[in-house]
């Protein structure tokens, strides 16, 4: 897609200069049809032919899902194992989410394994299991795609807005909560 968005700006745009929204239509369209079955390709796949040339069957894509189980990750993730140390107040940081491990465990390193059966993570210190609980932000039960798309998009906004807070905390920068 970069490829394509520079050729479409240098080959299209910037050559024609359409002024109107309905020029801009007319000449994506002209474009789209000299990019995808006249102009040759470079790359390798295509073998200095246009795409639809070369392509001229594109693969069938499987339809998106009606319904999706937004948990469904935490199976391939069974048995992995993260280090993490305690802090003075014995907790652990595990994705965005603190777990309390036990004050004794203050300072020292724990593994949390993830159980991907029963949505929990085991705690563990010297070879000893500490402790199990269950993991923070699942949701617990399948999604609608739409109403799957809407929750990724929230937690993707709320990631950024965090991520900027950070920076602007890290530059002395005061923000508002």
């Given at each position: 897609?970069?490829?394509?968005?520079?050729s479409?700006?240098?080959?299209?745009?910037?050559?024609?200069?359409?002024?109107?929204?309905a020029?801009?239509?007319?000449?994506?369209?002209?474009?789209?049809?000299?990019?995808?079955?006249e102009?040759p390709?470079?790359?390798?796949?295509?073998?200095?032919?246009?795409?639809?040339?070369?392509?001229?069957?594109?693969?069938?894509?499987?339809?998106?899902?009606?319904?999706?189980?937004?948990?469904?990750?935490?199976?391939?993730?069974?048995g992995?194992?993260?280090?993490?140390?305690?802090?003075?107040?014995?907790?652990?940081?595990?994705?965005?989410?603190?777990?309390?491990?036990?004050?004794?465990?203050?300072?020292?390193?724990?593994q949390?394994?993830?159980?991907?059966?029963?949505?929990?993570?085991?705690?563990?210190?010297?070879?000893r299991?500490?402790?199990?609980?269950a993991?923070?932000?699942l949701?617990?039960?399948?999604?609608?795609?739409?109403?799957?798309?809407k929750?990724?998009?929230?937690?993707?906004?709320?990631?950024?807005?965090?991520?900027g807070?950070r920076?602007?905390?890290?530059?002395?920068?005061?923000?508002?909560?």
């Open positions: 897609m970069e490829r394509y968005n520079g479409f700006g240098r080959e299209c745009l910037a050559a024609l200069q359409p002024q109107t929204l020029q801009v239509r007319e000449v994506t369209a002209q474009y789209r049809q000299h990019y995808n079955y102009r390709h470079q790359g390798l796949s295509c073998g200095n032919k246009p795409p639809r040339v070369a392509f001229a069957e594109l693969p069938v894509l499987k339809s998106l899902p009606l319904i999706v189980n937004p948990d469904g990750w935490i199976k391939s993730c069974h992995l194992r993260y280090l993490r140390k305690a802090d003075h107040k014995g907790t652990v940081r595990v994705d965005k989410h603190h777990y309390y491990v036990g004050k004794e465990l203050a300072g020292k390193y724990v949390a394994e993830v159980d991907g059966v029963q949505g929990q993570l085991v705690f563990w210190n010297e070879q299991e500490v402790k199990r609980v993991i923070k932000g949701i617990g039960q399948e999604l609608g795609y739409e109403e799957f798309l929750l990724r998009l929230k937690e993707a906004k709320s990631e950024r807005r965090l991520a807070m920076t602007r905390a890290r530059q002395g920068i005061a923000f508002d909560s």
